[in-house]
């Protein structure tokens, strides 16, 4: 459920005309609603409650989207942070997110990061490697520190999602393999500067099946069990993200958050541990639109091309993983035509969708990209010298631009020669 709809034959954002953004901020630029991201966290925090012992944490997915006003907003509503770079824990911190509400995951931290994350405080590191559990001992060490660690197995389950957003199979580079994982607990509960507590597991975004998810816990279940018996003391339970969002009719429909709760108190009931939750497109991604306008369209050798402002830069995720965006006219007229729609940019990848019967639009009208509050402006960059999109946060009667539009002149100004000379 959303709060983009049609009032007076025009969309709006919560109380807010598409219109009245679009002439004041101009196009493309992405439209957040605060009562739709509110509320997705509020259903995702209920559909967990009671689970595990202890207060369950959910902690957001900061990579989904990262806009401050965002964190804050989530942050206030009562989630914690998954952060994958120490510019994401900074963020997180920056938002009013306690350290005891923040994980730290991904595969390739540096001792830098490692450091600064554990002097400011967090719940801990959601370890991908053996080779990384030395490092970040070594850092703690050299601060006098235990850092608080679980580790991410990679339980090797197929998830049914995009290759590119699959992340627990074998031929994936995340987490260590279940049959590796005694060996890895063991070599760590030896290493001086680390406190082993946790187990983590990630297996994939866009998750359309609790299936795979369920056998994904079955395998954690399982470890836990013989980490105890080998004398390791588990009591935290990190279950990661991936629950899919619906894209509209015709798209795959996810379970919904309630039935995920469901599934997780059945498989969880006897492990014994507090469980965390890492949402971030189900907090996020139905919460977002990509305004943009028609600037031209051309003919074409089957369906004319609906040339947009707004292009793969903008929005990669079509480009990236085929994803399917519901695309809709802020004014529809009721008449409906068959178009490709495509972005200005000089890749042939720029082709948001082909052949799609979608409203009727003609140049200068204004059309969305729906479900794009997730991995849409934290994706966007500024290839083809195109401004980076900003962002506009809704609140009712209320907008707020939380990201300006950052134009060609402000990244030429970064750039810079000045000669370095080893020899002088
Ligand atoms: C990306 C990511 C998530 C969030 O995934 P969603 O599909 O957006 O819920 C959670 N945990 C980790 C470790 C991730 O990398």
């Known amino acids: 459920m959303d709060h983009f709809e ?27 609603s605060t009562a739709t991201m509110v ?8 559909a967990v409650s009671g689970c595990g012992s202890g ?15 965002v964190l804050k907003t989530l942050g206030d509503a009562g989630l914690g942070a998954d952060v994958v770079s120490i510019g994401e824990y ?56 235990e850092a608080p660690i679980g580790f991410r197995i990679n339980p090797d389950v197929a998830a049914g999602t995009h290759a590119k957003i699959t992340t627990g199979t074998a031929d994936n580079k995340f987490g260590i393999p279940a049959a590796e994982a005694l060996g890895a607990y063991g070599e760590a509960a030896g290493l001086p500067g680390l406190a082993v507590r946790g187990i983590t597991v990630h297996i994939g975004s866009q998750l359309t099946s609790l ?16 980490l105890r018996r080998q004398g390791h003391s588990i009591s935290v339970a990190d279950l990661g993200g991936g629950l899919g969002v619906p894209h509209g009719p015709g798209q795959p429909e996810p379970p919904s958050p309630a039935a995920y709760g469901t599934m997780v108190r059945r498989v969880t009931a006897t492990w014994d541990t507090r469980l965390l939750f890492e949402p971030g497109r189900l907090i996020v991604g139905n919460a977002g639109v990509l305004l943009t306008r028609v600037v031209r369209v051309k003919p074409g050798a089957r369906d004319p091309w609906l040339i947009v402002d707004a292009g793969m830069n903008d929005l990669m995720r079509p480009a990236l993983y085929d994803a399917y965006h519901r695309i809709e006219a802020v004014r529809p007229t009721g008449h409906r035509s068959t178009v490709n729609v495509v972005g200005p940019v000089c890749e042939s990848g720029d082709t948001f969708t082909m052949g799609r019967e979608m409203d009727e ?28 999109t900003p962002e506009v946060l809704v609140d009712g009667q209320r907008w707020a631009l939380v990201r300006r539009r950052v134009d060609v002149d402000a990244l030429a100004a970064v750039q810079d020669l000045a000669w370095e000379n080893p020899a002088d």
Do not use: W
């Open 211 to 226: 299936d795979p998810l369920e056998q994904a816990f079955e395998r954690l279940g399982e470890l836990i069990g013989a």
């Open 90 to 145: 900074r963020r997180a911190r920056a938002a009013r997110i306690a350290a005891e509400r923040i994980v730290f995951s991904g595969v390739g931290k540096t001792a830098e990061e490692m450091g600064e994350a554990l002097a400011g405080g967090l719940l801990q590191f959601n370890v991908e490697s053996i080779e990384e559990a030395r490092m970040l001992s070594a850092v703690a060490t050299a601060q006098g520190r």
């Open 361 to 388: 639009v003609s140049e200068g009208d204004l059309i969305v990209f729906r479900t794009a509050g997730a991995y849409g402006a934290t994706l966007a960059n500024s290839y083809n010298s195109r401004p980076l």
């Open 39 to 46: 509320r997705h966290a509020r259903v995702m925090m209920e």
């Open 55 to 69: 207060a369950p944490l959910v902690a957001y997915a900061v990579k989904a989207n990262p806009n401050a006003a």
């Open 6 to 32: 049609l009032r007076g034959g025009a969309l709006h954002c919560e109380g807010v005309p598409l219109e009245a953004i679009a002439a004041a901020v101009g196009t493309p630029v992405y439209v957040y």
